[in-house]
């Protein structure tokens, strides 16, 4: 078949999902790989990448999510997508000279518009759907802050994808058919990283800007333990703590090596944590998914949830005591979900085109 693949830019946990299955999905099919922002800079070394427009949230200084500012900033973005304007236009002549028979989509907007213009079928493949698409236990807050989260991902998505394939550490029960939940997709080059234990505490914060405020580094200072940083506009060594450039094959090696995480709350990093049997302290960004994630991880045992407010050097210490503790609960059965994710894929690509 000819799919088209289109890649939601923000962080570099769609990409790190993407590089899993493309070179299975590649070995027999045609692929048309379109992906904006993060995800672009991750993958243009290695595909051919149209580049797209990436769709940002805004977070203020405390790390919450700004709404006025995220709207007055995307308002572009908001308009191109819903006039069909010139970005929507490039993407809808990239899929018309591909013509591809789906269009899969990882929480990719501009993909979802164009294919949803040109009549062609949508697989959406991304862990937000645990939110939109399965049933998990939530406080009535968290419940209505879901369906207000779960309106907007439709709306930005141009309505729900014809299939949907969940990747996710925890497997909440899906609402309806058509909609597959796998485990944890890993990439190759996780896949065969061996992992050992050294003394370093790997930091990595999707938006470094928001997220390492001047408490967060007084506390990872004050820690005295060797600390690797990505994710920070910085790079060298300024006393314990390493700033290391963005890089795919330098951030495995490092996570693979490391002590423990300190990290945002993004599925990615967390299935490949758990996959190195790495123990988390999870400071979610302003979302419900991060939220669930931070609080799954402590469900299961194997690491802590902090807030912007809350972080300090005796956090990070008893986080660290706790090493032998997080160790031992990690899962036995923790299975990388790669080749559930492509078989459905191809099988609701399958069941998609004989339809048409």
């Excluded at 910085?234 to 090696?253: C, K, S, T, Y």
């Excluded at 190195?276 to 302003?286: M, Q, V």
């Excluded at 949830?305 to 503790?325: N, W, Y």
């Amino acid at each position: 078949m000819r799919i088209a693949y289109g890649i939601h830019g923000y962080g570099r946990g769609h990409s790190s999902r993407a590089l899993a299955v493309l070179p299975e999905l590649a070995r027999r099919h045609e692929l048309l790989v379109l992906a904006g922002g993060d995800a672009w800079g991750a993958l243009q070394a290695d595909w051919p990448v149209v580049r797209i427009p990436v769709f940002k949230y805004h977070l203020g200084r405390t790390g919450r999510i700004a709404p006025a500012w995220t709207l007055l900033r995307a308002a572009p973005s908001l308009i191109d997508l819903a006039l069909a304007g010139p970005a929507v236009e490039v993407v809808r002549e990239a899929l018309e000279n591909f013509a591809p028979d789906v269009v899969v989509s990882d929480s990719e907007a501009w993909t979802h518009k164009a294919a949803r213009r040109l009549g062609i079928p949508r697989i959406g493949f991304d862990h937000f759907g645990v939110l939109v698409y399965c049933d998990w236990p939530m406080s009535g807050a968290e419940r209505l802050r879901c369906r207000m989260e779960a309106a907007v991902y439709h709306h930005m998505m141009s309505g729900p994808a014809d299939r949907v394939v969940i990747a996710s550490f925890y497997a909440p029960p899906p609402r309806r058919e058509g909609i597959c939940v796998v485990g944890p997709v890993l990439r190759e080059l996780v896949a065969r990283t061996r992992p050992s234990r050294g003394e370093k505490l790997l930091v990595y914060f999707s938006n470094g800007p928001v997220h390492f405020t001047p408490r967060v580094e007084a506390a990872l200072r004050a820690l005295g333990e060797p600390v690797v940083v990505y994710g920070v506009a910085r790079e060298g060594v300024a006393g314990r703590l390493d700033f290391r450039p963005p890089g795919n094959a330098g951030f495995v090696a490092d996570l693979a090596a490391c002590r423990a995480v300190f990290a945002t709350a993004g599925n990615q990093l967390v299935c490949e944590a758990i996959h190195f049997r790495k123990p988390l302290l999870l400071l979610p960004e302003d979302s419900l998914e991060q939220r669930l994630n931070a609080a799954a991880i402590e469900r299961m045992g194997i690491g802590l949830r902090t807030g912007p407010d809350k972080v300090s050097a005796e956090q990070l210490r008893a986080f660290l005591d706790g090493e032998p503790r997080f160790t031992a609960r990690m899962p036995p059965d923790f299975t990388d979900g790669r080749a559930a994710a492509v078989e459905a894929i191809e099988r609701f690509a399958a069941e998609l085109t004989a339809c048409r």
